[in-house]
């Protein structure tokens, strides 16, 4: 069968951040120690042990997409893959709730580590090997692979910071991969973040998970208004 594709050279700088946010996302996770797992993340009703099992379903996502063609003209691109949700996550969702069952399930951390390190670094090299033009599908909807893995650009620069949190000596997500996620946040709102907060900032407040300071919320003007955009 032959498959669709379209030309997309300028998607190769997508796919170099993708493998850069999650190896650095991934190295974050090997180096925790095993008390640190059960610290809260900057998900809502989530653990670090948590947010970890979600990275493993997000790493199989990743594995599934990527051999899953589709002959289909796209239907999304790295932006508009995100839809915005109304409200806030509450942790009470049957997803979050298995994904807290499961992570339970695994009982000691460097079991955790180890399927995230396996299934991980399989996602890392089959997101090396894809063609950026091939056309996937994912959520019943078609993108070019390279804009698949643009988009999760956003996906693992998030979750970095909801691994750091509460974890102030650990490493943050690469700077790249934040002012990409913010250019992508940017597209979403259709507006633009004050200069004055940083990347890392803009990602925070603009998503909801922290609140803005006054001052912030003075400098944001209209945007305060729109804030935060769920994605997911």
């Known amino acids: 069968m032959c498959l669709s594709a379209v030309p997309a050279p300028h998607y190769l700088a997508g796919v170099d951040l993708f493998s850069l946010s999650w190896t650095a996302l991934r190295t974050a996770v090997a180096q925790l120690p095993d008390e640190d797992f059960t610290q809260p993340s900057g998900c809502t009703g989530w653990l670090v042990r948590d947010l970890v099992c979600h990275l493993i379903i997000d790493a199989q996502d990743v594995l599934i997409t990527l051999v899953t063609p589709a002959e289909t003209e796209p239907t999304r691109d790295a932006v508009t893959y995100w839809d915005v949700a109304e409200t ?17 399930a695994y009982e000691e951390p460097r079991l955790l580590k180890f ?27 078609v993108l070019t692979a390279g804009d698949y893995l643009s988009a999760y650009v956003l996906e693992w620069t998030l979750h970095h910071l909801d691994l ?7 490493a943050g997500p690469p ?9 992508m946040l940017e597209k979403i709102a259709r507006a633009t973040f004050p200069a004055s907060l940083s990347d890392k900032d803009a990602l925070l407040v603009g998503t909801g998970r922290r609140a803005p300071t006054e001052a912030e919320k003075a400098e944001l003007d209209d945007l305060a208004a729109k804030l935060p955009l769920v994605i997911g």
């Open 88 to 104: 806030p996550p509450t942790g009470d969702d049957p997803l979050d709730a298995l994904t807290v069952r499961l992570a339970a």
């Open 115 to 141: 399927h995230l390190d396996d299934v991980g670094s399989a996602a890392g090299r089959a997101a090396e090997l894809a063609d950026p033009g091939l056309r996937v599908s994912t959520r019943d909807e």
């Open 164 to 170: 750091v949190a509460h974890l102030p000596d650990m």
């Open 175 to 183: 700077a790249e991969g934040l002012a990409r996620s913010r250019e």
